[in-house]
């Protein structure tokens, strides 16, 4: 039978292995590392890639680290391919917007 993994006892198997939350998001995947917080709200399904990171660390799989959390973390579900999600095709924040001012130049403007 698997253990049932809380985030204080995820955090403490952290700290055993000389990880910390903060030094998880400093450290990043191969993609870059993440904001300030994302390790953390990776235990409560907040940040897929984060999950991953902590679950490699603890050599865990996800079904048993993250059950029912994140649509990977079930028995028998492959790895998503996510590779789709770097296509230079996609907009970024600030070509999404419908004009370029940021909210300075609103204030500026009035």
Known sequence: MSQWWTPPDIKAALTKRGWTLAAIDRQGDEQGPFYN????????????????????ILDVAMHELFPGMYL????GRPEPVRSGLTDSSHKGVRESRQSGATAADSVRAA
């Open 72 to 75: 990977t973390a079930r028995p």
């Open 37 to 56: 917080g994302a390790a953390r709200q990776s235990l409560r399904g907040g940040n897929y890639r984060a999950a991953v990171v902590i679950s490699k």
